[in-house]
Nanobody, 125 residues
Framework: QVQLVESGGGLVQTGGSLRLSCAASGRTMSIYAMGWFRQAPGKEREVVAAISWTGSGTFYADSVKGRFFISRDNNKNTLYLQMNSLKPEDTAVYYC??????????????????WGQGTQVTVSS
């Protein structure tokens, strides 16, 4: 079983940047597709970005395309989300999650098995 721990969240002004990290422990994450989701108060959890197990394939929600970038370092067993040009509507708890073994990037919540506890991102206007 894998444990996922997010870090890097915080308070930032509109237009600012943050980089989230998700450290996996317990076993390697290198053969699993991974993703980032977010949940704002009163809203459903939604996909932000996803990446294939090789890192060569990615998916982005329309709301973050061109601003957010997902990447992984399998040697460090770590997933990243670089967030630029942040907007108040990006405020949410951000979660990393693990999907299928040898899988493509996927936006479907049901494809994800393990989840981190989340990290809060707050963008002030």
């Amino acid at each position: 079983q894998v444990q996922l721990v997010e870090s890097g969240g915080g308070l930032v002004q509109t237009g600012g940047s943050l980089r989230l990290s998700c450290a996996a422990s317990g076993r390697t994450m290198s053969i699993y597709a991974m993703g980032w989701f977010r949940q704002a108060p009163g809203k459903e959890r939604e996909v932000v970005a996803a990446i294939s197990w090789t890192g060569s394939g990615t998916f982005y929600a329309d709301s973050v395309k061109g601003r957010f970038f997902i990447s992984r370092d399998n040697n460090k067993n770590t997933l990243y989300l670089q967030m630029n040009s942040l907007k108040p509507e990006d405020t949410a708890v951000y979660y990393c999650a693990e999907a299928r073994e040898f899988g493509p990037p996927t936006s479907r919540r049901d494809d994800y098995t393990y989840w981190g506890q989340g990290t809060q991102v707050t963008v002030s206007s």
